[in-house]
């Protein structure tokens, strides 16, 4: 557990914890791994009381694809990026 931590793998899991159509057990999975890697493990729980929200990821790949995300009271939208008709 202490390479996980070394690696900076935390934040690495935790951003896997979204639903996933293509792997439907990938959250459940993130959600138990970082269970066991903050049980009895004040050094990790600190590190994730510490995190703070920087912000979307790069979304460049769903711009191409015309899609975009937006953030409405703490939560994640996609919509299309392409203008509607007037």
Do not use: H
């Not at 202490?2 to 159509?21: A, R, T």
């Not at 510490?50 to 990821?57: C, F, R, T, V």
């Not at 460049?60 to 299309?80: C, F, N, P, W, Y």
């Amino acid at each position: 557990m202490m390479f996980v931590y070394e690696l900076d793998g935390i934040p690495l899991i935790l951003d896997n914890c979204s639903i996933d159509d293509n792997n439907p057990f990938l959250n459940q999975w993130a959600v138990y791994a970082i269970r066991n890697l903050t049980e009895q493990n004040e050094r990790n729980q600190e590190l994730i009381a510490q995190m703070e929200e920087k912000g979307l990821a790069d979304n460049s790949a769903l711009e191409s694809m015309g899609l975009q995300i937006e953030k409405q009271d703490e939560k994640l939208i996609l919509r299309s990026a392409r203008k509607k008709p007037s």
